[in-house]
Nanobody, 111 residues
Framework: VQLVESGGGLVQPGGSLRLSCAASGFTFSSYAMSWVRQAPGKGLEWVSGINSGGGSISYADSVKGRFTISGDNAKDMIYLQMDDLKVEDTAVYYC?????WGQGTQVTVSS
């Protein structure tokens, strides 16, 4: 299993970013995947999860209404659209498949 995140960067408060996670090594049409983040000096925080086909989607209260998770079975990808970003969203964002982690992508929200 390999998970490769991309799309992080520096953005001003109120801005948007779209994270991508390219997955390989498992049957992507049957998945349950998540985005998890780790802010500087803090522990891991689950952000959002999606199962295969998008039939079940959930969000942490801290991002509900601002972040949108989606999946593309044809491309073996999941995405995290992040809007109205706040300084407290600054973290390394990881793509997670049970037992496996990507390398992470840094998101920095700062003016």
């Amino acid at each position: 299993v390999q998970l490769v995140e991309s799309g992080g960067g520096l953005v001003q408060p109120g801005g948007s970013l779209r994270l991508s996670c390219a997955a390989s090594g498992f049957t992507f049409s049957s998945y349950a995947m998540s985005w998890v983040r780790q802010a500087p000096g803090k522990g891991l925080e689950w952000v959002s999860g999606i199962n295969s086909g998008g039939g079940s989607i959930s969000y942490a209260d801290s991002v509900k209404g601002r972040f949108t998770i989606s999946g593309d079975n044809a491309k073996d990808m999941i995405y995290l659209q992040m809007d109205d970003l706040k300084v407290e969203d600054t973290a390394v964002y990881y793509c997670y498949y049970p037992g496996y982690w990507g390398q992470g992508t840094q998101v920095t929200v700062s003016s």
